[in-house]
C-alpha cells in the first residue's frame, strides 16, 4: 500500500530564511506526487506535482521539491520565506492501483516577522 | 475558467438532521471527489464520481452518500447528522489524470 509521512506537525521560520517541509513516502510503483498548500478556511491549492520526469521539481510561489528515490523522500523547499507562506501544506501521493490520492497529515508552517 | 464551486460556505445543522451540499466542477472536467477535512483525522476521502458514476469510495457509513448531474456537478448527502460529521467538506474536479483542483469548501457545523 501507498502511504506519506509528513515527518514535522509544525514548522517556524522567521521571514527571509529557507524553508523545509519533510515528507516520505512508501510506494510499490513508480510515483507521482504531490504538494499542496491550504491558508485558512480555503480549499487545497496545488503547488507542485512529480510525475517520473525531472527529479528537481519547481512550483508555484518559488516552491520546490527534490524527488529521491534512495531515500524515498519529496522535501519540499523555498529559499526565501514570506509572511504570506504561512499555511497548511500537505505532501501528497497518488496510489497506482486505485488512483486515490493518499494525503500526509500535513504541516503547519508559520512564519514569524 | 471558473473554479470549483462549492454552496453553501457555512452551514449549521442539529444532530438528526440531514444536508445536502453542491458541487460545480471546472467546466469541462468530469471527475469529482468529495473529501472530509478535520482536525483529528485530516483529509480522508468519501467517494469520486466520474460520467455519473460513484468510481471509488472511501470507509464511511452508508449515511454519506453522493451523486453526479449529466452535467458533471455533484452533489454529497449526510443523513441522520451526528456531532463527529462536523467538518469542512471539500470537493475537487479533474480532468483524466491531471491533479485535482478543490474548492473552497463547505463549513459544517452539527450542533
Known amino acids: 500500500a501507498q502511504s506519506v509521512t509528513q515527518l514535522d506537525s509544525h514548522v517556524s521560520v522567521s521571514e527571509g530564511t529557507p524553508v523545509l517541509l519533510r515528507c516520505n513516502y512508501s510506494?510499490?510503483?513508480?510515483?507521482?506526487l504531490f504538494w499542496y498548500v491550504q491558508h485558512p478556511n480555503k480549499g487545497l491549492q496545488l503547488l507542485l506535482k512529480?510525475?517520473?520526469?525531472?527529479?528537481l521539481v519547481k512550483g508555484i510561489n518559488g516552491f520546490e521539491a527534490e524527488f529521491k528515490k534512495s531515500e524515498t523522500s519529496f522535501h519540499l523547499t523555498k529559499p526565501s520565506a514570506h509572511m504570506s507562506d504561512a499555511a497548511e501544506y500537505f505532501c501528497?501521493?497518488?496510489?497506482?492501483?486505485?488512483?486515490?490520492?493518499?494525503f500526509g497529515t500535513g504541516t503547519l508552517l508559520a512564519v514569524q516577522p | 475558467k471558473a473554479g470549483v464551486t462549492q454552496t453553501p460556505r457555512y452551514l449549521i445543522k442539529t444532530r438528526g438532521q440531514q444536508v445536502t451540499l453542491s458541487c460545480s466542477p471546472i467546466?469541462?472536467?468530469?471527475?469529482v471527489s468529495w473529501y472530509q477535512q478535520t482536525p483529528g483525522q485530516g483529509l480522508q476521502f468519501l467517494f469520486e464520481?466520474?460520467?455519473?458514476?460513484?468510481?471509488n469510495k472511501g470507509n464511511f457509513p452508508g449515511r454519506f452518500s453522493g451523486r453526479q448531474f449529466s452535467n458533471s456537478r455533484s452533489e454529497m448527502n449526510v443523513s441522520t447528522l451526528e456531532l463527529g460529521d462536523s467538518a469542512l467538506y471539500l470537493c475537487?474536479?479533474?480532468?483524466?489524470?491531471?491533479?485535482?483542483?478543490f474548492g473552497n469548501g463547505t463549513r459544517l457545523t452539527v450542533t
Open positions: 475537487a474536479s479533474r480532468d483524466g489524470s491531471s491533479p485535482l483542483h
Open positions: 510506494s510499490s510503483y513508480s510515483p507521482s
Open positions: 512529480y510525475t517520473s520526469a525531472a527529479t
Open positions: 501528497v501521493v497518488r496510489d497506482g492501483a486505485t488512483n486515490k490520492l493518499i
Open positions: 467546466s469541462g472536467h468530469r471527475s
Open positions: 464520481y466520474f460520467s455519473e458514476t460513484q468510481r
